[in-house]
């Protein structure tokens, strides 16, 4: 069974940091393109941070230099750090794996930065 269990979230006031983790099942993880999507109240979900199977990064221009997205294939888990967290970062956080035609998502973990 094909599972994406993130943690890590919850409410940090402005400025503070977080880290996400999402432990991955079932797949061959160190194959996979790891990321992590926001989605904000009446938003569209949107890329956060990328990583290849071969260690390449991508970030959405609003994070860069403040996240940090890192994985650990022995471990199956892909990490997102979190700095300087604005409100507006305030959202439910999707881990994904992706491969091919293939296409995995978790639950979701909220994240609400707030003073």
């Known amino acids: 069974q094909v599972q994406l269990v993130e943690s890590g979230g919850g409410l940090v006031q402005p400025g503070g940091s977080l880290r996400l983790s999402c432990a991955a099942s079932?797949?061959?993880?160190?194959?996979?393109?790891m990321g992590w999507y926001r989605q904000a109240p009446g938003k569209q979900r949107e890329l956060v941070a990328a990583q290849s199977s071969l260690g390449s990064t991508n970030y959405a221009d609003s994070v860069k230099g403040r996240f940090t997205i890192s994985r650990d294939n022995a471990k199956n888990t892909v990490f997102l750090q979190m700095n300087s967290l604005k409100t507006e970062n305030t959202a439910v956080y999707y881990c994904?794996?992706?491969?091919?035609?293939?296409?995995?998502w978790g639950q979701g973990t909220q994240v609400t930065v707030s003073s």
């Open positions: 994904n794996a992706a491969f091919r035609a293939i296409d995995v």
């Open positions: 079932g797949i061959v993880f160190s194959i996979y393109t």
